[in-house]
């Protein structure tokens, strides 16, 4: 649908790729217009995307815009790092194998332009090298080997980007992170491999913003905005974008446990846009970490589901937040 409204220029192409941008600002003028010509070419409705089931890749990405399901989607970050090298092949077949819905998976580029998952800009803490990942070439990352959660070398060598997304297609959703940088370079990749439809990529951007860098891609990719609800604003920031935007999902973080708006979103966002919470660390989630919830995964996942409302949760530990869903029949 394209129209008008209040001065505003409204791209609509389902909840996850949904642009309003002002009109009656001359320095985005020129832009509008781009925005009109690439929606004309690029934009179709995502629902329209999700009808073709492909494998399970797709299934979860239709499960996502079900408002009325239960399931809780695990999202793994750097895949299941605890067993295996984060951002690894093994990793991946290890989370892949488990169960969970999402891979958290980062991106860097070598000096000659190949992207390779490595969540660091150096190699130092997770290869048996050192250096800037940006200053090494692929040729000398072939002979490196990643290092465990203990620290301790394994046979486990650095993937690039396109063997990570041949070995995830059609089986799971992967939010790519660090990838912003690189979108003009990775969207052929994904269209070569087959992958589009199961990237999610997230930001903390403004609408505009988000429409200059990636809205051709939004037919595609899905978006998801990041917001620290411990900021003053933060719930007019969360109503703006949900209005401009119309994200399948926000990302919300907060470190203060005694802060409020945690509780106040959820009845905001219910029926428009899913929430996705961080168990990683404490600072992340208000105290509501995965360590934590191997004392009581009730106390931890329950709250955070149950009261703040999550429907997509990050771990450390996929496998006892799964085990835990189970048990309550929300996966």
Same mark, same amino acid.
């Given at each position: 649908m394209f129209?008008s409204?209040?001065?505003? $220029?409204f791209i609509e192409?389902?909840?996850s790729?949904s642009?309003?941008i002002k009109?009656n600002?001359?320095k985005y003028?020129l832009l509008?217009?781009l925005?009109f010509a690439a929606?004309i070419?690029f934009?179709?409705p995502?629902?329209?995307q999700?009808s073709?089931d492909?494998g399970?890749g797709?299934?979860?990405r239709?499960?996502?815009?079900k408002?009325?399901s239960d399931?809780?989607?695990? @999202?793994?970050?750097r895949?299941d ?6 951002n690894s092949m ?7 194998a /488990?169960?969970v819905? &999402? ?5 860097q580029?070598t000096?000659d332009?190949v992207?390779v ?5 150096t =190699?130092? %803490?997770t ?6 990942v ?11 080997r990643?290092r465990n959660?203990?620290?301790v070398?394994? %046979?486990? %060598?650095i993937?690039? =980007?396109?063997e990570?997304?041949?070995? &995830?297609?059609?089986?799971v959703? @992967?939010?790519l ?5 690189y979108f003009?370079?990775?969207?052929p990749m994904?269209? *070569?491999?087959g992958?589009?439809?199961q990237? &999610? /990529?997230?930001?903390s951007?403004d609408?505009?913003?988000?429409a200059?860098?990636?809205g051709?891609?939004? *037919?595609d990719?899905?978006?998801? +905005? $990041?917001v ?6 933060a &719930?007019d920031?969360?109503?703006?974008l949900?209005?401009?935007?119309a ?8 470190k203060?446990?005694?802060h ?6 959820k009845?905001?966002l219910k029926?428009?846009?899913?929430i996705?919470?961080?168990s990683?660390?404490a600072?992340?989630?208000g105290? =509501?970490?995965?360590?934590?919830? @191997?004392?009581d +995964?009730?106390?931890i996942?329950?709250f955070? $589901?149950?009261?703040?409302g999550? *429907?997509i949760i990050?771990t450390? %530990? +996929?496998?006892l =937040? $799964?085990n835990?869903?189970?048990s309550?029949?929300?996966?």
């Amino acid at each position: 649908m394209f129209g008008s409204k209040e001065n505003l $220029i409204f791209i609509e192409t389902g909840r996850s790729a949904s642009i309003i941008i002002k009109n009656n600002m001359k320095k985005y003028s020129l832009l509008s217009h781009l925005l009109f010509a690439a929606a004309i070419s690029f934009f179709q409705p995502v629902f329209a995307q999700q009808s073709n089931d492909k494998g399970k890749g797709e299934s979860l990405r239709a499960e996502l815009f079900k408002e009325n399901s239960d399931k809780v989607f695990v @999202v793994a970050h750097r895949a299941d790092w605890r067993n295996f090298p984060e951002n690894s092949m093994g990793a991946i077949r290890s989370a892949i194998a /488990m169960g969970v819905d &999402i891979l958290e998976l980062d991106v860097q580029r070598t000096k000659d332009g190949v992207l390779v998952l490595m969540h660091d800009a150096t =190699l130092n %803490r997770t290869t048996s090298g050192k250096g800037k990942v940006s200053e090494t070439v692929y040729a000398e990352l072939e002979k490196l080997r990643l290092r465990n959660g203990a620290n301790v070398i394994t %046979r486990e %060598r650095i993937p690039t =980007l396109e063997e990570a997304l041949l070995e &995830i297609k059609d089986k799971v959703l @992967v939010n790519l992170d660090k990838a912003d940088r690189y979108f003009d370079e990775i969207y052929p990749m994904l269209q *070569r491999t087959g992958t589009t439809s199961q990237i &999610i /990529m997230k930001g903390s951007a403004d609408a505009l913003t988000v429409a200059e860098k990636f809205g051709p891609y939004l *037919r595609d990719v899905l978006y998801m +905005p $990041i917001v620290n609800i411990d900021q003053q604003g933060a &719930i007019d920031k969360v109503l703006t974008l949900d209005d401009q935007l119309a994200p399948v999902a926000f990302e919300l973080t907060y470190k203060d446990t005694t802060h409020t708006a945690a509780r106040k979103i959820k009845p905001i966002l219910k029926g428009r846009s899913l929430i996705w919470y961080n168990s990683l660390w404490a600072s992340l989630s208000g105290g =509501l970490d995965d360590d934590r919830a @191997v004392e009581d +995964p009730a106390k931890i996942y329950g709250f955070l $589901i149950d009261t703040l409302g999550a *429907r997509i949760i990050q771990t450390d %530990r +996929p496998e006892l =937040l $799964i085990n835990y869903l189970k048990s309550r029949g929300l996966h």
